[in-house]
């Protein structure tokens, strides 16, 4: 995809693709405003949780842009500014951790500018939110090597959602695998889930793939599990929002129930997610909160009642494999997960 999905502008601005439009058009949209992004990020017009964590960096530092005076150090008002502006940015979308991490390093960054004397904040923050991406970027890389070593020559995938470069600041997660075993002559085919109710599947990956020169097939989502019985899926490979200390994973709604099918079928089943995207401070998944999102969403008669969370949890019990830039966690556990990660490696989120 040579589309650029996020990037800086001449004024220091964020730009971002706005993705409730693709594929019919491409549109970007500048933001130079905390509110503009928390708009941007609570439509979906950026979306993943790795991008989402970049996107609202870049917001603040594009912010405080705007905001420079020619102060000559940053100061306690700076501070207290920004203090408000990040926690208005922090609850955009809960679910996703890459979010609040982001946040809190852009925070941890402006204390740092103010105890160093430090004059231009914006241009600390744009540096910390640069980095953020890079990391992200390098990470995707590695998720893509780690995971293809698990993906069979001649295998048929099957993905859910988006999780590719339009989702984070690389190839991406889950689709990031797809795209390095593809290069090495891996892949046969793709099936990727609609995925409902809007559904980023048949828009975004299956866009994304066909742009690559993957060959991609759309399903529904209640497809997938008549595909297993027929024993058409290899594999199937995820993305995650939110991981916990044990190992279970927050995704997009849906996830779940693939896994229980294909825990059913005997069908291998992956989540894929850089390190940034696990929260050790959560024991299990029942403690990540949960994003419901509006009733329009969902077109139904009227009067009708509508429930509609944006994603689901699933139990580290029914996941193979936990594939991240530090290696494959296999059958994911507190033991397990812990051992990819250092003492203090993370920040803990707010």
């Not at 058409?232 to 995820?238: C, H």
């Amino acid at each position: 995809m040579k589309l650029r999905v996020i990037d800086w502008t001449a004024s220091g601005a964020a730009r971002l693709l706005d993705q409730t439009l693709l594929p019919q058009e491409v549109k970007y949209l500048q933001i130079s405003s905390v509110d503009g992004m928390i708009e941007a990020i609570k439509s979906l017009r950026v979306r993943g949780a790795p991008l989402i964590g970049i996107a609202a960096a870049m917001g603040l530092a594009a912010a405080a842009a705007g905001r420079e005076t020619g102060r000559s150090r940053v100061t306690q008002a700076d501070l207290e500014w920004l203090s408000e502006e990040a926690e208005k940015m922090r609850r955009a979308r809960p679910t996703a951790v890459n979010l609040s991490r982001a946040v809190d390093r852009m925070l941890e960054c402006a204390q740092a500018a103010f105890v160093s004397g430090r004059s231009d904040l914006a241009k600390a923050l744009r540096h910390e939110a640069q980095t953020i991406w890079d990391e992200d970027q390098a990470m995707c890389r590695k998720i893509g090597f780690v995971g293809s070593e698990i993906i069979q020559r001649g295998a048929t995938v099957l993905t859910h959602c988006n999780t590719g470069r339009l989702a984070t600041g690389g190839i991406g997660t889950a689709l990031g695998v797809i795209y390095t075993a593809h290069e090495q002559g891996k892949i046969k085919k793709v099936f990727a889930d609609e995925t409902r109710p809007l559904n980023q599947g048949s828009r975004l990956t299956a866009w994304e793939l066909t742009e690559a020169g993957v060959q991609c097939t759309v399903i529904t989502d209640s497809m997938a599990a008549a595909l297993m019985a027929a024993g058409s899926i290899d594999v199937v490979v995820v993305g995650a929002d939110r991981i916990a200390a044990n190992g279970d994973v927050a995704n997009k709604i849906g996830t779940y129930g693939l896994a229980v099918v294909a825990k059913h079928h005997g069908v291998p089943f992956y989540a894929a997610a850089p390190t940034s995207t696990f929260d050790l401070t959560l024991e299990t998944g029942r403690e990540i909160p949960i994003e419901e999102r509006a009733a329009e969403e969902v077109p139904t008669a009227e009067g009708a009642g509508v429930f509609n969370p944006a994603f689901d949890v699933t139990p580290a019990n029914l996941i193979t494999g936990i594939i991240t830039d530090r290696g494959l966690v296999e059958s994911p556990s507190e033991a397990s997960v812990s051992k990819i990660f250092p003492t203090d490696s993370y920040p803990l989120p707010a």
